[in-house]
């Protein structure tokens, strides 16, 4: 395998992309596919033109995103820019799709990835960053999904739990911001609900309301974000916080915990606290033992993490913190967090700064370079 000739055909194979008319973006998304295909396909049968393959394919990869995007553009433009409460009045196809695209051919992680690249629109990139993982070990991901079902039968659609991952992942691309598909998961999640009687949906929904309540209040007039603790709670919408507080308490009456359930708890007790000085730290640490014990995950280690130093003081968070892996995402953003409120000032300017150099979107990246900002300022005049 001559990786040395793929490295020499990638600029020309995506200038030609570009001038069929191909956006930059899904022309990267598109080579990258064909480059992973590449790299499967060659060892055993190299093409005789190896640009005219790498183009070929690229091009039905891009082609193959773009009537994906359109699709998905078409089910957008059926809903309302916020979901309205109450059942779904009706159903469409889009819901079937989730369900078949999990397959029980494939693994659970490799379906969530194929539904959201198939059918909830999101580039490979996106899908790589949900997943924390490198953006080539998603597109392998998501093209072994493809062979794996390739020329099978969808007579055996997946199960709930997969389906309401793939749904969850949807929604939270939306509500960072760079695809709005929040609206739309909430919508078939609502679906979901009502043809499904199942604690888990409920929680899912639930979870999805109470963060869909806060979004306006989530940035400033200038895009900046707003911090939790510094939201306008005025901003929130009190009638879906409600709706998804009534949900989730009928679902935890039926004492069959799951942990889209404990997150909604979670998101609930931030939403009744009148300011954010009056949070139920306590609680919320207790949610988070319930979420690990359910989860195990990094990710949730780390949010109990900062729960702990809100309920117990920063040290103790420092302390929850120090027994983590610091390549999780948001770690230095985290400890930079805990070394503030614990009054080491410039240590929280550097880790803040730290952070700002990994943070994954432009609005994340301002806020913690604000953050260090104004800590440095702090000092200099402290």
């Given at each position: 395998m001559n990786e040395a000739l793929l490295r020499s055909l990638t600029p020309s194979v995506l200038g030609i992309l570009v001038r069929r008319g191909?956006?930059?973006?899904?022309?990267e998304d598109a080579l990258q596919e064909a480059l992973v295909e590449a790299v499967r396909v060659w060892p055993a049968d190299m093409p005789r033109e190896p640009k005219g393959w790498l183009i070929t394919v690229a091009w039905r990869r891009y082609l193959d995103a773009a009537r994906s995007d359109t699709a998905r553009r078409r089910r957008e433009d059926l809903v309302e820019e916020e979901p309205a409460p109450g059942p779904a009045p009706g159903t469409d196809d889009t819901l079937q799709l989730y369900f078949l695209c999990a397959h029980p051919a494939l693994t659970p992680s490799s379906a969530v990835a194929l539904t959201l690249r198939a059918v909830g629109g999101l580039t490979t990139r996106q899908i790589a960053q949900a997943y924390l993982v490198p953006e080539a070990t998603m597109a392998q991901r998501i093209s072994r999904a493809k062979r794996t079902v390739s020329g099978v039968r969808f007579d055996q659609p997946g199960d709930v739990a997969t389906v309401l991952r793939v749904l969850y992942l949807v929604f939270n691309e939306g509500y960072s911001g760079d695809?709005?598909?929040?609206?739309?998961?909430?919508?078939?999640?609502?679906?979901?609900?009502?043809?499904?009687?199942?604690?888990?949906?409920?929680?899912?929904?639930?979870l999805m309301l109470l963060h869909h309540a806060r979004r306006s209040a989530r940035t400033g007039p200038d895009g900046s974000l707003v911090p939790l603790a510094e939201q306008d709670r005025g901003r929130w919408d009190t009638v879906m916080i409600a709706e998804g507080v009534a949900i989730l308490q009928a679902a935890l009456a039926r004492d069959r915990l799951g942990e889209f359930q404990a997150q909604a708890a979670i998101a609930a007790l931030h939403a009744d606290a009148p300011t954010a000085g009056e949070t139920?730290?306590?609680?919320?640490?207790?949610?988070?033992?319930?979420?690990?014990?359910?989860?195990?995950?990094?990710?949730?280690?780390?949010?109990?993490?900062?729960?702990?130093?809100?309920?117990?003081?920063?040290?103790?968070?420092?302390?929850?913190?120090?027994?983590?892996?610091?390549?999780?995402?948001?770690?230095?953003?985290?400890?930079?967090?805990?070394?503030?409120?614990?009054?080491?000032?410039?240590?929280?300017?550097?880790?803040?700064?730290e952070a700002a150099r990994k943070a994954s979107n432009l609005a994340e990246r301002d806020h913690?370079?604000?953050?260090?900002?104004?800590?440095?300022q702090l000092r200099r005049t402290g």
């Amino acid at each position: 395998m001559n990786e040395a000739l793929l490295r020499s055909l990638t600029p020309s194979v995506l200038g030609i992309l570009v001038r069929r008319g191909a956006d930059f973006a899904a022309a990267e998304d598109a080579l990258q596919e064909a480059l992973v295909e590449a790299v499967r396909v060659w060892p055993a049968d190299m093409p005789r033109e190896p640009k005219g393959w790498l183009i070929t394919v690229a091009w039905r990869r891009y082609l193959d995103a773009a009537r994906s995007d359109t699709a998905r553009r078409r089910r957008e433009d059926l809903v309302e820019e916020e979901p309205a409460p109450g059942p779904a009045p009706g159903t469409d196809d889009t819901l079937q799709l989730y369900f078949l695209c999990a397959h029980p051919a494939l693994t659970p992680s490799s379906a969530v990835a194929l539904t959201l690249r198939a059918v909830g629109g999101l580039t490979t990139r996106q899908i790589a960053q949900a997943y924390l993982v490198p953006e080539a070990t998603m597109a392998q991901r998501i093209s072994r999904a493809k062979r794996t079902v390739s020329g099978v039968r969808f007579d055996q659609p997946g199960d709930v739990a997969t389906v309401l991952r793939v749904l969850y992942l949807v929604f939270n691309e939306g509500y960072s911001g760079d695809v709005d598909l929040a609206a739309e998961a909430i919508r078939l999640t609502r679906q979901l609900a009502a043809s499904i009687d199942h604690p888990e949906v409920a929680g899912l929904l639930a979870l999805m309301l109470l963060h869909h309540a806060r979004r306006s209040a989530r940035t400033g007039p200038d895009g900046s974000l707003v911090p939790l603790a510094e939201q306008d709670r005025g901003r929130w919408d009190t009638v879906m916080i409600a709706e998804g507080v009534a949900i989730l308490q009928a679902a935890l009456a039926r004492d069959r915990l799951g942990e889209f359930q404990a997150q909604a708890a979670i998101a609930a007790l931030h939403a009744d606290a009148p300011t954010a000085g009056e949070t139920d730290w306590v609680q919320i640490v207790e949610w988070y033992d319930e979420l690990v014990r359910l989860t195990d995950s990094p990710v949730v280690r780390l949010n109990r993490a900062v729960a702990v130093g809100e309920a117990d003081g920063p040290r103790a968070g420092l302390a929850a913190l120090a027994a983590l892996d610091d390549a999780l995402p948001r770690h230095t953003a985290v400890a930079a967090y805990l070394h503030e409120r614990d009054g080491d000032l410039e240590t929280a300017a550097r880790l803040y700064a730290e952070a700002a150099r990994k943070a994954s979107n432009l609005a994340e990246r301002d806020h913690l370079t604000r953050r260090a900002a104004r800590l440095t300022q702090l000092r200099r005049t402290g």
